[in-house]
């Protein structure tokens, strides 16, 4: 089951290898052409541990420096997850198998499966120490206790986030093995002590003394949170009327009982969603992608209900994941790599005007010769994955300055649905440039962060007009093209 279960996942995959690029997959490639110390003074502007940096740099100094290659590595830390997640219940208990299966259907794991970045890696350390604790406590060899130590290291290496899981973790092993959890204090000690030696004084000034690290991270509501619950849960409930259908023609003495494991990785699933929902009321921390460490708490949690209808809702789901991910309604045609073929028709006296963290990205296909080019804001350059906080005043009069200084037709990325472009584009109205249907669009941002892609014609001047005079007041209206022959 674990093997078909990497099988369904990789056919499932391995095609969208070659999706258009986005920003944090960009940034990736960057920092792994670096030499080892530079990419150590480079990661200590970035927000995220250096495990899976070094480790990706190591795979694409084989492998090549690639946008396929990089995400490679994360399917392949992702099917290694699912492979390791068969072995989290303990054999006896109906559904081990099956765990595979629910994993690999679950929506928010799904698309760190072939996304750039250190998610699937994370997943897997989780369940690695997951394992190493629960088989530590049950058999007590020293493999496992080393397995423990080194995973527990590695984990925190790798996202902040994993020291969340291991709260969880904490609690399904006190549900599972009551006090002997306390046994397992020598092996996460050490694994802390690690990464406290290795990372611990640059994650303290990171987040004390950097506050455009978390700049980014949008404020907490309760819609967010149970918007992200229901992603990882969307094809498990998807597949319920397969589920109901098989449990109706099968006999009552295959349904399976719910196994405390199980029962414990359900709470450890919502105390993995709960914890950084309850800090970002305090301090905004929250991202659908960190909650990946939810994952396999919710694969044992389902487990046993792939035993009670023999397989068909664990299958079910994960064939409605992957139906999703080919259904064209779940595509979208704001993409890095369209948006670099339309700005290729601008001219050199051009402008290109870059807002939220798309200007990374649509470079990485549109190479060589350029009009001007600019992000907005312009901090946004300043920093790794920094969209900016800055307050509304100051965003109006950095967009003044830069229509003022705008050449040519200008092209402007947009994400409408945030405050800053919005007031870009109402800058550049104020300065007579003229609007014009937009090159494309779609209905929300999404990963690439942008929505439409704009130009505006330049202002007109005195000697466009019909007439060779100013036209006198009152008329015509006030609109762009009058204040096109206003004083400057």
Known sequence: MPLAATGALAAAVVPFLSAPVLSDEVFTLEAARLDWAALWRHLQADVHPPLYYAAVKLWLGVLGHSLIALRAFSLLMALAAVAVSSRILPPPEPGRGWTAWFLAADGIFLLMAFYGRMYAMLALLCLLAWLASDQRLRRGARGWSALAATAVAAGLCTHHFFALFLAALALWLALVHGRALLRLWPEWTAGVAAWAVLWGK?????????????????PMSFTRWAEVAAAHLAFAAAALPAALLALGFLSRRRSARWPAESRAAAAAALAALALPGLISVWKPAWNPRFTVIASPFLAAALAPLGAASAGVWPVAATAAGSAWLWWSGSQTKCTS?????????????????????????????????????????????????????QSEASLREEARQL????????????????????????????????QQPPLFECASPGWHYFNCLVVFDPPLKRTESLSAAPPAPGSPPRDPVARAYERR
């Open 202 to 218: 640059t994650a303290f000034e990171q987040f004390t003394q950097r506050p455009q690290h978390l700049a980014w991270v949008q």
């Open 337 to 389: 790599r369209e948006a670099a073929r339309q700005l290729a028709a601008a001219s050199p006296g051009d402008t290109i005007i870059f807002c939220r963290l798309t200007r990374k990205p649509v470079e990485y296909y549109w190479i060589g010769a350029a009009p001007q080019r600019r992000s907005f804001p312009a901090e946004i350059d300043a920093h790794p994955g920094y969209e900016g906080r």
């Open 403 to 434: 229509a003022r200084s705008a050449a040519g037709r200008v092209f402007v990325v947009a994400d409408l649905s945030r405050p800053a472009p919005r007031i870009l584009i109402e800058a550049l109205e104020e300065a007579g440039f003229r």
